[in-house]
C-alpha cells in the first residue's frame, strides 16, 4: 500500500485551471436558471423605468436628481438582495439536498470550492444587473454618476458581502431548496420594506424606521444615496453593512451543513 507524501497531497490539490473549470459550471447553471437569471436584470429595470420619468426631472442636490439619489440606490439594493438572499441559496441548498456537496467531500475539489466559484459568479451577476440599469438610466434618462464615485463604488462592494452573509445563513438553515427559496423571499420582502422599497420610510413607525436604516437593504440605500448626492456617509449605514457581513459568514461558517 502506498502513502501519499505531503507533496503528493500538494500536487492533489485543484490548480488554477480546476478553479476556472468549476466557476464556468457554476456560470452555465446560472444562466440555464432562467428564472433566476431575469428575475434579478428584470425587477430592477422594471422599477427604474416606472420612476425614472418623474423622478429625471426633480434636482436634489449637486445637480444629481431623484433618479440618481434614490431610484438607483434602491435598484442596486434590488439587484444585491435577490441575487445573494434568493438566488444563491437555492442553488447551495439544491447541491447538498442532491448530495453533491458530500460527494465533493471526499475529492480534491472540497465543498468550499463551490462557494468561491458561486461567489465569483454572483459577483458577475451583479455587476452584468448593474450595467444594464445604469446604462438604461444614463442613455434614456440623462442618469449622472455619484458625486463620491469611490465611496459609491465601496459602498457597493460592501452591501455585495452584507447580503452574501445574509443568505449563507439561509442556505446554512434551509433543509431543501424550495424552503431556501421561500426564506429568500420572506427575508428579501422583509428587509425590503423596512427599507424603503414600497415606497419612503418617513411613513413608518420610528421604531421600524429606525430598524430599517440598520438592515442592509435600507443601509444600502441610504449610503448610496448620499454618496450619489455628495453628502457624507453616515457611519451608522457603513457599521450597519460590516456587521451584516462579518455576523452572516460567521453564522453560516458555525452552521453551514455539507451534508
Not at 455619484?146 to 465601496?154: D, F, Q
Not at 448610496?224 to 457624507?232: D, E, F, H, K, V
Not at 457599521?239 to 451534508?259: E, K, M
Request: aromatic share 6%; with cysteine.
Amino acid at each position: 500500500m502506498s502513502i501519499m507524501t505531503a507533496t503528493d497531497i500538494v500536487a492533489a490539490r485543484p490548480g488554477p485551471r480546476s478553479w476556472l473549470k468549476l466557476t464556468a459550471a457554476e456560470l452555465k447553471m446560472v444562466v440555464r436558471d432562467t428564472s433566476g437569471l431575469i428575475v434579478p436584470i428584470a425587477l430592477p429595470v422594471l422599477i427604474l423605468v416606472m420612476s425614472a420619468s418623474t423622478a429625471s426631472q426633480q434636482v436634489v442636490a449637486n445637480g444629481r436628481t431623484a433618479l440618481d439619489v434614490f431610484v438607483l440606490p434602491l435598484v442596486t439594493a434590488i439587484i444585491l438582495s435577490t441575487i445573494c438572499i434568493i438566488n444563491m441559496p437555492s442553488f447551495l441548498a439544491y447541491y447538498r439536498h442532491a448530495g453533491i456537496l458530500r460527494r465533493l467531500a471526499v475529492t480534491p475539489a472540497s465543498p468550499a470550492m463551490v462557494l468561491v466559484a458561486h461567489t465569483v459568479v454572483s459577483l458577475v451577476q451583479a455587476l452584468v444587473g448593474m450595467c444594464v440599469a445604469l446604462a438604461l438610466a444614463v442613455l434614456a434618462f440623462d442618469a449622472n454618476a455619484p458625486v463620491h464615485l469611490w465611496a459609491a463604488i465601496g459602498i457597493f462592494a460592501l452591501s455585495l458581502v452584507a447580503f452574501y452573509g445574509i443568505g449563507m445563513v439561509v442556505a446554512s438553515v434551509a433543509p431543501s431548496p424550495n424552503s431556501a427559496v421561500a426564506i429568500g423571499l420572506a427575508l428579501f420582502f422583509a428587509i425590503g420594506a423596512l427599507g424603503g422599497m414600497f415606497g419612503g420610510t418617513g411613513n413608518l413607525p420610528e421604531a421600524l424606521e429606525t430598524v430599517g436604516e440598520w438592515l442592509p437593504f435600507g443601509a444600502t440605500v441610504q449610503a448610496l444615496g448620499a454618496a450619489w448626492a455628495g453628502a457624507a456617509i453616515d457611519s451608522v449605514h457603513v457599521i450597519s453593512l460590516a456587521v451584516s457581513a462579518v455576523v452572516g459568514i460567521a453564522v453560516a461558517a458555525v452552521a453551514f451543513r455539507w451534508d
